[in-house]
Structures are given as C-alpha cells and as structure tokens.
C-alpha cells in the first residue's frame, strides 16, 4: 500500500524520521536574513514538523519492541497450554501477539500512505505560509493517527477498549502550541 501511494517499501523508524529532518530543511530553506521574525517562525515550525515524525519513529519502535517481547516471552507462556487449568494462559497469549501483529500493520499502513501524502506536500513547498501551515497541520495529524488508530485496532482484536480521549486533547494542545509559536513569529515581524 505504501509503495502504492508513491512512498517506500522498507519502512523504519530512521526512514521516518529521515523523511521529517528532509521536511524541516525544507522548510528552513524558507527563512532568510533579511526577515528575522519569519524565519524565527519558520524555524519553529520546523521544530515542530521534526517533532512530531520523531514521535511517529517513536511509535513505531514501541510497537517494535513490544512485538518483539511477546514474541520472546511468549515461548514461556505457550508451556501453559499444556494443561487445561492453565491453557487460558497460553491463548491469550497468541490472541495477544495478534493483537500486536495488526497493530504493527496498521501503523506501517498509516505511515506509508502518510508518508506519500507529505513527500508530495514538501516537494510542492514554496515560502507560502499556507503551504507550510499545510506541512505542520499534516505531520501533527499523522502523528495523532499513529497514536490513537493502532491502540483502536488492537483493543478490537483484543476486545478491550482504549478510547479515552486523550490523543484528541494531545492534538488540541500540539496544534495550539504550534499556533502560538507561529503567532509570536509573526508578532515579533
């Protein structure tokens, strides 16, 4: 699907966030010496475009290591299926590392189609305002899908429920930070 969408196959964390450090230069080219208050501004963004595909690398390996300990500890509890007292032990278990396993795949899908959405946003990044505006709502917006969507999937295969609300006041309170150092960038012009 990534591939698909115009973005790469060999999806990992430092490809992510590869791709956010390309996205804030670019942005950075933007400033110049002779507009100090934009290019503060700019640089800000930038910060922010570089911190949210760091916290979506973030993710990513959290999901990866998680992957990786139910897969090692798992061995361990399969010996309980053994038994039938102790056989629930070792199904959930397996419904666990299913759990993680499409967890693990719709982040990589999230981060392939959104990767391919943004590579086409930076190449069409101009010293616009609102094409920058248009990165750093897009970088923001794809790090609260990577956040929120794969905890959903894996307490629908898990059947639990993980829906608290807090990715909603995360991305609320990023965007109004990111507004509010835009706003004195500009203010400061």
């Not at 397996?94 to 946003?121: E, H, P």
């Not at 923001?140 to 956040?147: D, E, S």
Request: charged share 10%; hydrophobic share 55%.
């Amino acid at each position: 699907a990534s591939i698909a969408a115009g973005g790469v196959g060999n999806i990992s964390p430092s490809t992510i966030f590869s791709v956010g450090i390309d996205i804030g230069i670019q942005v950075m080219k933007s400033s110049s010496i002779f507009h100090p208050s934009d290019s503060v501004g700019l640089i800000i963004v930038a910060i922010i475009i570089d911190i949210c595909f760091a916290y979506i690398a973030a993710m990513l390996v959290e999901c990866l290591v998680e992957a990786y300990i139910v897969i090692s500890a798992g061995v361990f509890f399969m010996g309980f299926g053994g038994s039938r007292w102790t056989k629930d032990y070792a199904l959930k278990t397996i419904f666990y590392a299913i759990s993680v396993g499409a967890k693990l795949f719709v982040i990589q899908l999230i981060i392939g189609l959104g990767q391919s959405i943004i590579i086409t946003f930076d190449s069409q990044v101009g010293t616009q305002d609102i094409s920058i505006l248009i990165l750093l709502g897009s970088g923001v917006v794809m790090a609260m899908l990577v956040k929120k969507v794969p905890d959903l999937v894996q307490g629908i295969v898990n059947g639990s429920s993980v829906g608290t609300g807090s990715a909603l006041t995360g991305a609320a309170a990023t965007v109004g930070g990111a507004a509010l150092g835009l706003a004195a960038g500009i203010a400061g012009a």
